[in-house]
């Protein structure tokens, strides 16, 4: 099978995970990383065995296809920006952007040239969350009309030596963590219609509590870190959305749908895998079937969650694989920015006090069952 060259703009922690992982599957071979620090971009490299470039020669290569955008979030729209007008289709982390306009001029700037640009998270591909989804599909829990998701903890202070990006602009807990949980949801209801929130922060500023030379220093908090939403999905169904650095512990589930037939319990769409429940109408609660899906199988070990199974770079891999087929993609741009919709209204609305009408939608992605996925990996 023929694979595409694929370029790494920022060496971050997050790119250890595309060069481990991206030799999974057949569509991709990493041939350079580069990094605004040089040296980033050499440790790297000799680590993995790759080339180091710098930014604009790694733009400038005949063997890159695909930009992979691991640099932060503020410099997500630069960085894809400059990918597209050097010629090379472009796949970022998430947030994919910040702005509504940022991902519309990039929109423009891909359809003019014939490029494709996708953006994690991926994690909604995993064995779990696809199991969820066909049998939603087959209509096991009936119609869902609603439903809770809830990412929460005492921030990022706590592990994190440097944490002052989380509680900027451009941070906080729904952009940081928001995608994995949005997109989830779009990819299992379809889009959302608008949302309400209340938008909150607990304190002006956090201490840095890790272990190392900034441990015991305040930092500002200019963002909402206490955030409650509603989001009102095309479909009908109703579902709150709770994204919280303010507390110590919860009994919430990260995940519930509630359907005319019954219910589903995902689990946390940070992952790919984990054990998907099902009730009916007699209300006991059950594992559902499992089912021998390849992104659902453990291939690493967690030093908190036991066994795990990580196939970041899947998103990545699967648009490789429509480059070169011809196919939609399901990291769509369209999906990527859809979510990034909901979660700037969601800020929005937590400032304003009012219901904000979204202005992208999206189809749902299509599903990735146990033979689709696969086929993207290696033999």
């Known amino acids: 099978m023929s694979k595409l060259g694929i370029g790494i703009v920022g060496c971050g922690n997050i790119s250890t995970a595309y060069l481990k992982l991206s030799p999974l599957f057949h569509a991709l071979e990493v041939r350079a990383v580069a990094d605004i620090n040089m040296e980033a971009a050499r ?12 930014v604009e020669d790694l733009f400038g290569s005949d063997e890159i ?7 932060i979030p503020e410099a997500h729209y630069a960085i894809s920006k400059q990918a597209l007008q050097a010629g090379k289709h472009v796949y970022s982390e998430k947030p994919f952007v910040l702005t509504l306009d940022e991902g519309e001029d990039l929109r423009a700037i891909a359809g003019a040239a014939g490029l494709r640009v996708g953006s994690a998270p991926d994690t909604f591909l995993g064995g779990a969350h696809q199991l969820a989804r066909a049998r939603l599909d087959e209509g096991l829990v009936g119609e869902i009309t609603a439903g809770s998701a809830a990412v929460m903890s005492h921030g990022m202070e706590h592990w994190h030596p440097n944490p002052d990006f989380f509680f900027q602009p451009g941070a906080g807990p729904v952009l940081d963590v928001g995608p994995y949980y949005i997109t989830n949801l779009v990819q299992l209801l379809g889009p959302v219609k608008r949302v309400a929130s209340l938008a909150t922060s607990a304190t002006p500023t956090r201490t840095i509590l890790t272990e190392g030379p900034r441990r015991g220093e305040e930092i500002p ?37 509630y359907g005319t037939e019954g219910s589903l319990f995902l689990p946390d769409p940070n992952f790919f895998g984990g054990t998907v429940e099902h009730a009916g109408r007699d209300g006991a609660i059950a594992p559902l079937a499992p089912w021998d899906h390849p992104f659902g199988r453990p291939n690493q070990e967690h030093p908190s969650h036991g066994p795990l199974a990580n196939y970041r770079a ?48 999206c189809a749902r992605p299509d599903a990735l069952g146990p033979e689709a996925a696969a086929k993207l990996l290696k033999d």
Do not use: Y
Not at 65 to 71: E, P, S, W
Not at 221 to 229: G, R
Not at 334 to 357: F, K, N, P, Y
């Open 314 to 361: 899947s998103g990545l891999a699967d648009m490789a694989e429509a480059i070169m087929d011809g196919r939609d993609h399901r990291c769509s741009l369209d999906l990527s920015l859809h979510a990034v919709d909901v979660m700037t209204s969601i800020l929005r609305a937590g400032e304003t006090g009012q219901w904000v009408d979204l202005t992208t939608t």
């Open 43 to 54: 440790q790297r490299g000799d680590e993995f065995g790759v080339k180091a470039l710098s």
């Open 65 to 71: 296809d695909v930009v992979v955008n691991l640099t």
């Open 221 to 257: 908090v200019a963002t909402p870190t206490n955030i409650h939403a509603l989001l009102d999905f095309a479909s009908g169904a109703t579902i709150t959305f709770s994204a919280s650095w303010d507390v110590w512990a919860h009994r919430h589930q990260p995940m519930e749908l």
